[in-house]
């Protein structure tokens, strides 16, 4: 990457140059009409004299044609960083021609590789201008090149990435894909990849080719596919065809540290459910995965849902599960066996399920809350209610309870929650909602707070009450989770953003909508939108939808020195009536 210069080209068959310093467009190279430009690409200087800075750009075109262009800039100065071309740039007789389109491209200090539509890479000297190798394994026409001699990693339509020994000329490893490949990194310790789904993907570089090749972890966070990926001194940069471009520390997120353990799931979790003995995931790959909770190994895997499991919930005897297959399995902690299946008589997806006493509450998108109870002892269960959906108030997306209530939020025009009584099921009110922006996708309950979730940037704190909203914290990006421990609510979002809030500093605010600079810490360790918080008097545990877990000890985790501190049990009535008594005064002393 040059420090001075930006240079891109177009499928007009034009390339701009600019200065990075003034966003200035230096120069503007415009080829014939019909020629497409597959990349450019700035060597890095090759000599400076007398204030003047000379450097060759290469343009491949879609027509077969490697060029090869002549710079000539001023050199910046400590007081003067912006960068003049001295001259136009100059066409050198340096010309590279092929018989096929030219798909893709990549220089080196020594070497071009091109990638063509006839499903062959084709490797150049650079110096001696002639063609050394011409790779041929691919099937279908190759997409993207990533040249680091003496290898060479090229992704192509036929849904694989292969890595080179580019001085045999030989395919080393095979990247198989279910899509075709869009983007392709390497390094000395990792290969990258993209295809045309939203993810990227990570594999090990030091893996035997003689084994069956694995993904180690795949990168999610992109609105739509990944066209380009670059990592540099530890920092991925990754851009996708929506125009988000994403900038993660991924190492940091990867490493453990004094008061951290990392656990490595199979694939992406959707939900997560702790005690003190073991962690317990439901995944993306429609799998359970049971860990022991101290050595993080992997006790058993639970397998039978059809579809995402989407909720999970556990006690001393039983795990259970719901997904959006339609189902709800009750699996033995002891040996992992299915105890009861329930299939939702609609055929909706089940969107929450929570063990209450001998009762399993269960939600779905039909908008009903099924009752399910325990009996003999943890091996028996039998349908002991059911509440069927109101059209009225919609789907149901999200479900919490607590010893005495229950809360689901439902969305239809209108959001709203509907809060039950926990023992006889009665509805103790329901609380409408002005707002049709979102979804309520999660929920918490500690009667009388309540805290909200939906499809955007805002945590709703809610005073169920007065059934009203008296606080509203802005984030950077989407909440999808969050709890409360130690007089702290602390949230999960999107792009691994985990902020931690105070809880009386937030009502003592004078603002209805608090920003995060009142926050009381922010922590980027996730590479992907975390998507569960599970926090006890030891650990503060989160996972993310790369599926990996992070396990933070409390009392060691130096980031949490100042954080978590032993508190007495938080009073939320009282707090409210503190909040309401200080709102009041506010408002008194504004009127006189």
């Known amino acids: 990457m040059d420090s001075r210069l930006i240079v891109a080209g177009s499928c007009k068959g034009r390339v701009k140059i600019w200065c990075r310093e003034s966003s200035e467009c230096l120069a503007t190279i415009q080829h014939k009409k019909g020629t497409i430009i597959c990349r450019c690409h700035l060597d890095p200087p090759l000599d400076q004299a007398a204030g003047l800075v000379?450097?060759?750009?290469?343009?491949?075109?879609?027509?077969?044609?490697?060029?090869?262009?002549?710079?000539?800039?001023?050199?910046?100065?400590?007081?003067n960083r912006q960068v003049k071309l001295i001259r136009d740039p100059q066409l050198e007789s340096f010309r590279l021609e092929h018989e096929e389109p030219i798909t893709c491209s990549d220089v080196g200090p020594s070497h071009i590789i091109v990638g063509s539509s006839n499903s062959k890479c084709y490797l150049w000297d650079?110096?001696?201008?002639?063609?050394?190798?011409?790779?041929?394994?691919?099937?279908?026409?190759?997409?993207?090149?990533?040249?680091?001699?003496?290898?060479?990693?090229?992704?192509?339509?036929?849904?694989?990435?292969l890595l080179w020994d580019l001085e045999k000329g030989v395919a080393i490893r095979e990247l198989q894909h279910s899509i075709d490949v869009r983007s392709v990194y390497f390094n000395n310790k990792i290969l990258l990849t993209s295809d045309d789904y939203k993810d990227i993907y990570l594999w090990d570089m030091e893996k035997s080719s003689a084994v069956m090749e694995t993904c180690v972890r795949a990168l999610t966070g992109h609105n739509g596919p990944a066209h380009s990926v670059y990592c540099e001194k530890g920092v991925l940069l990754s851009c996708d065809v929506t125009g988000v471009?994403?900038?993660?520390?991924?190492?940091?997120?990867?490493?453990?540290?004094?008061?951290?353990?990392?656990?490595?799931?199979?694939?992406?979790?959707?939900?997560?459910?702790?005690?003190?003995?073991?962690?317990?995931?439901?995944?993306?790959?429609?799998?359970?995965?049971?860990?022991?909770?101290?050595?993080?190994?992997?006790?058993?895997?639970?397998?039978?849902?059809?579809?995402?499991?989407?909720s999970i919930d556990m006690n001393r005897q039983f795990i259970v599960s719901g997904s959006w297959d339609s189902s709800v399995r009750i699996w033995s902690r002891e040996d992992g066996s299915i105890l009861f299946l329930y299939v939702h008589p609609h055929g909706r997806e089940i969107s929450g399920v929570k063990i209450l006493g001998n009762r399993?509450?269960?939600?779905?998108?039909?908008?009903?809350?099924?009752?399910?109870?325990?009996?003999?002892?943890?091996?028996?269960?039998r349908i002991d209610r059911f509440f069927p959906g109101s059209q009225e108030l919609g789907e149901i997306y999200s479900l919490a309870c607590d010893r005495q209530y229950i809360l689901t939020g439902h969305t239809l025009t209108n959001s709203c929650f509907k809060l039950w009584n926990a023992h006889d099921f009665s509805v103790e009110k329901i609380i409408r909602e002005s707002c049709n922006e979102s979804i309520i996708w999660n929920i918490y309950l500690q009667y009388p707070i309540s805290l909200v979730c939906r499809d955007n940037e805002v945590l709703d704190v809610y005073n169920l009450e007065k059934a009203e909203c008296v606080k509203s914290l802005v984030h950077e990006s989407k909440v999808l989770c969050a709890t409360i421990h130690e007089g702290k609510i602390i949230c999960g979002c999107?792009?691994?953003?985990?902020?931690?809030?105070?809880?009386?500093?937030?009502?003592?605010?004078?603002?209805r909508r608090v920003g995060m600079s009142g926050s009381q810490s922010t922590m980027y360790e996730h590479s992907a939108a975390i998507s569960n918080i599970h926090v006890d008097n030891k650990e503060l545990i989160t996972d993310d939808y790369d599926g990996i877990v992070i396990l933070r000890d409390l009392r060691h985790y130096k980031k949490f020195s100042r954080v978590f501190r032993r508190a007495p049990q938080v009073d939320f009535k009282q707090i409210f009536?503190?909040?309401?008594?200080?709102?009041?005064?506010?408002?008194?002393?504004?009127r006189k």
């Open 494 to 511: 999107q792009y691994g953003l985990l902020v931690i809030w105070n809880i009386t500093s937030v009502l003592n605010s004078e603002k």
């Open 245 to 310: 471009l994403i900038e993660k520390d991924f190492w940091m997120c990867i490493e453990e540290k004094p008061g951290m353990r990392i656990l490595r799931c199979s694939d992406g979790v959707n939900c997560m459910v702790c005690d003190s003995t073991q962690v317990v995931v439901g995944l993306l790959n429609k799998n359970i995965e049971v860990y022991d909770r101290e050595s993080l190994r992997l006790v058993r895997t639970l397998k039978g849902h059809d579809d995402h499991v989407w």
């Open 54 to 79: 000379r450097q060759l750009l290469y343009i491949s075109t879609r027509s077969g044609a490697v060029m090869r262009y002549a710079l000539v800039a001023s050199l910046p100065t400590e007081s």
């Open 360 to 381: 399993i509450l269960v939600t779905s998108l039909a908008g009903s809350l099924n009752v399910i109870e325990e009996f003999g002892g943890g091996t028996s269960f």
């Open 126 to 161: 650079k110096k001696r201008e002639i063609k050394v190798k011409t790779l041929e394994r691919h099937k279908n026409a190759i997409r993207c090149v990533y040249l680091a001699y003496p290898k060479a990693l090229s992704g192509s339509k036929d849904k694989t990435a």
């Open 577 to 590: 009536e503190d909040f309401e008594e200080t709102d009041e005064q506010t408002c008194s002393g504004v």
